[in-house]
């Protein structure tokens, strides 16, 4: 029997194949059979890099011995064969030690949920291990694949960077500030001795020859080109695939499974390169190598230059671990398999007329254009290689790649231009070649003939030019693409920009179109202030967690290891919008084997509800599972137990369901609910205040809409909970932010005792809200099967069932009408708020808006209604700064309306309405600009914008007065311990990155006045703390530090009579008296729902932000930004330096590139990383500045501080306002003569911003 083998960090295993199945992915192998939790996963398509390990392997071409990262979700396990893995375990641990990478990690706060760290170290790891130089632009530009949603990437890149050979000073001041004490050491289990200089593992060499592996499904390791077709006379071809680097599936899902997998990796000769009068590239290169050969062929042959920039364009292609395996051979096979592909492989090819050889069962070899390849059947074909011509200078290339983010995305539109220009400059043939216009356009063949023979370098040929690609560009709509308006609009400004860029001579004024946009190295500065005689209080220290989330070893909800019975859960979701369940079929799910039982909801045994009125804010029941109406698509409706996590989703996708489908049309969005006929059903009025003065000095009225758009919370670790049955009664291990919603909604629909219900919480995976009040619909399911079979029961949401499922950021909609004097004052305002609640009034915005809608300015004269809306989509949810962020938008937008009609700055307009309450942001602000250079920066952007007409820059403002206020118990539970006077610390709060057990323990070791590392906090549960409210608002960190200073202060009341005994005891001492005396060494105390100490206090925050925007393309970039904040005396500075910069980022993502797109049957579309696209590590500001306000203390709060959880993700709105004045300055070079305001649909992602400035080719010339 055959058997491939591998180590995993220096363990050897080997496998036949028939342990595993065909889905068996190298996470699963890591996760689910060895236990080896530390890797993470998320997404399972190579979109998050959650999964990342590191391989050392032979390269099958070359046979040296390269270190790279893979996405572990995208190898299977049986492609692993002779490869050394490392996983985060194999780095560094508490009982080896440490590795530098995790230590510093740590050290620079580069962790907050930490679910995306141990991929992130991995990342680095296998960088690191892959070159000896390491620059630090190399490092930033490596981690487009790995998204982190907690600290917007700076300290992650800070603590990277420092390793790099050209660190800067900055970084290396820290370094040196640093103790690295923890050395990498070789790993355990070893079989072979490390070779010298190499710390890696070499396994023995054997025979390679055709390997066969696996049961009913057939895995092959072909060594051969022969072994390939050998394979496929004795299968056949109907159900294979060829496995090269395997990760097409993340773009398109093998369904169903292939019967045979072919594992082409190990080919030689498909990795082959030579010349042949051509380059010739084996198609089983991968892109990484790929990249290498062009990089050197340009360097070496002058008529292979063209291919630094197809490196520079390959760098824009997926991320560095899918580039590591992907190949290019399987990436022109996704072309030819799906047109409406993307591929940029495919457009580069074409660009320059490369070719495709490919080779049958009969060894004929068969070399076709690449435009003709992709129409091939590639039926018991193999792809051998692939051909690149040289050409000479007289061949002037532009390729171009159009993105909704700076990296890890698929192009919106991607262009190849070629044109072959004789000794006159005149064109003798050309390529025009775009993607991601329609499934069949490739080249723009009438465009190419109108400039045959012409010189394309004047307004003429450039004008006739354009005006045919007009014509010939028919962009195809298919949501979630951009609109074809947006495509065609792209795909003609790249034309012109690659014009403009090859053009011997250009008007100055254009000539920033022929550019691209590029930023400098990403820098940041974190000023503020730090007592040192308060420490530990104030003082920046690290996560106390950093090191176990660096290491892997911090343990989440779904981290455990399975008990022999445990079933795994999925969720059958509803293929239709509104209508009814008539009945469920799931035979065909329950006939495969290891599919144990399905449940509907007429199982649930109590309450049919996971938000019971019981529980502080719930005002209405949402069922569990429906019992026959069906509220929008993709709501859970029935659930599938089954032996394993994939089969459970696999067999849910298997039952069928009939429907009575409603003839109603869903109703999505705030718009078409006001126009819907039930819209009396559907609008709940929140609020209705009326103005308290009016003006009547009246010169114009400004009637408008603003949109605040909806947003996905893209948690690293999604939905999830683990319920275990134990002798006195379930233990649920629920990734919630609400311990009490959990424990109440689970034992009422189960018709429990809540005391025979325990709710566990460790830390969570990141959280912004989703797992407040929505955890407790996963939960209540996982418990329902747990219950029904008396098994211990798993369910983690896939992604695709977390987006659907699950509620997102309620959008707000606001119509309103203003009044304004001559120097911009209002006069009056009447504004309407329309609250987007999904299917569901729970956990409304609109109630709370009026109070977020002021901001910091004077409302009396505003007339104010805000409304709650229901739609036929999830019930939405909180989600990070929930109300305040629709509520500061929003005022902020009717300030930046009043400048626009005034024609102002809009910080001006601003400062006339700070209320007097306020007022004492003017100071702060009157410091911002002097402190940020902001006249000057102005006045040096109006200067560049007048000079350029295709790139244009902005700088704005934006202010806030964030409205904290404290409510819900907040329970904390302290143990000291009388041998070695430790304490040990529980509470009500959630850990899910805001770092409240460092604050927590930072309070309690201030207030006992003991060393902070005698001081741990442990998770949290429903025993030590019941009742406790939802960690959100911001409060939960100040709410819990309240209450350990009130523990505290009990214990040392209780200590004092000891003390006064003692002769300055040591706090051992002390404990150990006390012990003596049989005095009670555990305390609890708890913040109540209403404490006359804590009282509202607003968080004054400044952010700007200065943009470029690419006029052509509608791309931007974030040059800088500048946030001051007032976070009083900080609590623990580096930690909320990293809650405003990680709120701040996802602010970013929910005003600029997360867009949500919903089809018309209510379907979710971006329901994936493939089309859902948060900031990435690029997308971040160029220079970030963070400064905390001077001397500021909070009478009101707890210990002087005040929050910074929430509060900076409402400055980040600032973005949209810089690329108005932008698009607005674009719209002068095309025409536009805007006397009104010029109307932007948020988000400002790329399609809107092209929407916004209305392009014309008119505009287009070259003198
Ligand atoms: C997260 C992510 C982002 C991406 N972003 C981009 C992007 O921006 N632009 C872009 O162009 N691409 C992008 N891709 C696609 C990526 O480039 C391809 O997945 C990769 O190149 C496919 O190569 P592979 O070796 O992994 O193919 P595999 O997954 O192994 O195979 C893919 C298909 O090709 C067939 N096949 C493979 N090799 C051969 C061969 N030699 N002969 C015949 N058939 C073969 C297989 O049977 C299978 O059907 C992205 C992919 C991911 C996962
Ligand atoms: S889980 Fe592998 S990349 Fe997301
Ligand atoms: S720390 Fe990166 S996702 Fe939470």
Known sequence: MDKIYFTINGDRFSLTGSEVSPTTSLNDYLRYHLGLHGTKAMCHEGGC??????????????????????????VHILSCHKWDITTIEGVGNRKDGYHKLQTRLAAFNGT?????????????????????????????????????????????????????????????????????????????????????????????????????????????????????????????TDSYVLAAGNTGKGVYPNTPDPRVYIDISSIETLRDTFTDGNLVLGAGMTLTDVMTTFLARAKANEEYSYLKLFWDHLELVAHVPVRNIGTIGGNLVLKNKHHDFPSDVFLLLETVQGCVTTIDNNKKEVVTKANDFIKMDLSNKLVKNVKLPPLSSKNLIRTYKIMPRAQNAHAIVNAGFLFHVDNKNLIESSNIVFGNISPDFIHAIETEKVIRGKNLFNDDTLSKALEKLQQELVPVDSPPEPSPYCRKSIALGLFYKAVLSLSPSVNPRYKSGGEVLSRPLATGTQNYDTDKSLWPLNQPVSKLEGLAQCSGEAKYCGDRHETPREVHVAFVLSTICLGDIVSFDPSEALKTPGVVAFYTAKDIPGRNSFTPNEVPLQTEDEEILPLKKVLYYGQPIALIAATNHKLAIRAAGLVKVKYNESKQKPVLSIQDALKSPDKDKRIRQENDIAATDKGTDVAHIIKGSYYVPDQYHFTMETQTCTVINTRRGLVVRSATQWMDLVQAAVAKSLNLPLNSVTVEVNRIGGAYGAKAGRSSLVACACALVAHKLNRDATIVLPLTHNMAAIGKRQPCYAEYEIAINAEGVIQHLNLSCYSDNGCSFNETSASDLPNALSNLYDTARWNIKTYSVLTDKASNTWARAPTTTEGTAVSEHLMERIAYTMKKDSLDIKLLHISSTNSTIKDMIDKFKMDTNYNERRAKIAKFNSKNAWMKKSLRVSLMAYPIFYYGNFPVTISVYHVDGTVLISHGGIEMGQGINTKVAQVCAYSLKVPLDIVKVKGADSFVSPNTMASSGSITSESVAFATIRACEELLKRLEPVREE?????????????????????????????????????????????????????????????????????????????????????GLGLWTSEKLVFSPSGQLLTDRTWTYKPPGVNDIPADFRITFKKNSFNNNGVLRSKTTGEPALVLAVVVTYALHEAICEARKEYGHDDTDWVQVDTPYCVENIIKGIAPSINYYKIK
């Open 1062 to 1146: 003692l002769n300055e005891p040591t706090w051992e001492e002390l404990v150990t008296a006390a012990f003596e005396k049989g005095i009670n060494l555990q305390v609890s105390a708890m913040k109540g729902d209403e404490e006359s100490s804590l009282q509202p206090y607003p968080v004054y925050g400044i952010g700007s932000a200065e943009i470029v925007l690419d006029v052509l393309t509608g791309s931007h970039q974030l040059m800088r930004v500048d946030i001051v904040e007032d976070t009083g005396q900080s609590l623990s500075p580096a930690l909320d330096v990293g809650q405003i910069e990680g709120a701040f980022i996802m």
């Open 49 to 74: 890099g959650a999964c990342v390990v590191s391989v050392s392997l032979t390269h099958p071409g070359t046979k040296e011995r390269r270190v790279f990262a893979v996405n572990s979700c995208l």
């Open 112 to 236: 907050q949920c930490g679910y995306c760290t141990p991929g992130m170290v991995m990342n680095m790891y296998s960088l690191q291990n892959s070159t000896d130089k390491l620059s630090m632009e190399q490092v930033e530009r490596a981690f487009g694949g790995n998204m982190c949603r907690c600290t917007g990437y700076r300290p992650i890149m800070d603590a990277f960077k420092s390793f790099a050979e050209d660190r800067d000073p900055r970084l290396e001041q820290r370094v040196q500030d640093l103790e690295d004490l923890h050395e990498i050491k070789c790993r355990r289990n070893c079989e072979r001795k490390c070779s010298e200089g190499d710390d890696w593992c070499i396994i023995e060499e054997t025979n390679d020859s055709l390997m066969s592996l696996g049961g009913v499904n057939r895995w092959y390791k072909a060594y051969t080109v022969e072994d390939v077709f050998k394979v496929l006379s004795k299968e056949g």
